[in-house]
C-alpha cells in the first residue's frame, strides 16, 4: 500500500516535469517551454502573476536580494522592474502586450542574460481548463555571446521552471515553497 502511495505522489509530479523542456538551442540563442496546471481560475492566476510577482518569484533570482522589489507593472510599456537601495534599479523587460486574464508578452533580458548582447520575449499564455488554468511559459532568446548563448539554456530553464513553480505553488497554497496536496 505504501508502495502504491509513493507511486501515485511521484506520477502527480511527472506532468509538471514533463513540461519543461528547452525546444532549441544553438550559439545565437534558445528557446524555453514550459506548461502547467495551476488550480485557479485565470483571474485569480493572472492577479498573483501580475500584481503579487514579489510573494512567490525566488529573492535568490534577484539583484536585492528581495523579491518584494520586484514590480510588473500590466500595460504596454510597462515594466518588470526591481527597485534596488540607494534610488537604483533594474529593467528585466518591457511589456508588449497585455491581454488580462489571457496573455502577457514582455521583451528584455532576464537577470544575469542582461551582461550579453542578446534579448528575449517571455510570453505567458493562461488558458481556462475547467475551473483551472492552464499556464505556458515561452522564453524565446537570440543574440550573441562568444562562448555561445546555448550554453545559459538548461540553468534559465531550470530558473524559469523554479518560478513557474513557485507561482502554482502560491496561487494554490499561499505559500510559493508548498505544493499543494494532489485530490
Given at each position: 500500500?505504501?508502495?502504491?502511495?509513493?507511486?501515485?505522489?511521484?506520477?502527480?509530479?511527472?506532468?509538471?516535469?514533463?513540461?519543461?523542456?528547452?525546444?532549441?538551442?544553438?550559439?545565437?540563442?534558445?528557446?524555453?517551454?514550459?506548461?502547467?496546471?495551476?488550480?485557479?481560475?485565470?483571474?485569480?492566476?493572472?492577479?498573483?502573476?501580475?500584481?503579487?510577482?514579489?510573494?512567490?518569484?525566488?529573492?535568490?533570482?534577484?539583484?536585492?536580494?528581495?523579491?518584494?522589489?520586484?514590480?510588473?507593472?500590466?500595460?504596454?510599456?510597462?515594466c518588470f522592474c526591481e527597485k534596488l537601495p540607494d534610488g537604483g534599479g533594474v529593467r528585466f523587460a518591457e511589456i508588449i502586450t497585455v491581454m488580462p486574464n489571457k496573455m502577457l508578452v514582455m521583451k528584455g533580458a532576464l537577470g544575469p542574460l542582461q551582461k550579453f548582447g542578446d534579448t528575449g520575449t517571455l510570453t505567458l499564455v493562461l488558458q481556462p481548463l475547467n475551473k483551472d488554468t492552464r499556464v505556458q511559459l515561452i522564453y524565446a532568446v537570440g543574440g550573441y555571446l562568444p562562448d555561445g548563448l546555448n550554453t545559459w539554456a538548461a540553468p534559465v530553464d531550470k530558473v524559469l521552471t523554479e518560478q513557474l513553480t513557485r507561482l502554482k505553488n502560491y496561487v494554490e497554497t499561499g505559500n510559493p515553497e508548498r505544493a499543494a496536496k494532489q485530490p
Open positions: 500500500m505504501r508502495t502504491r502511495l509513493a507511486l501515485l505522489i511521484l506520477l502527480s509530479f511527472v506532468p509538471a516535469l514533463l513540461n519543461a523542456e528547452v525546444v532549441d538551442q544553438a550559439p545565437n540563442g534558445f528557446t524555453i517551454r514550459n506548461a502547467m496546471v495551476i488550480r485557479a481560475a485565470p483571474e485569480v492566476v493572472y492577479s498573483a502573476l501580475v500584481h503579487n510577482v514579489g510573494d512567490w518569484w525566488s529573492s535568490q533570482h534577484t539583484f536585492s536580494n528581495d523579491s518584494h522589489r520586484l514590480s510588473i507593472d500590466d500595460k504596454v510599456m510597462g
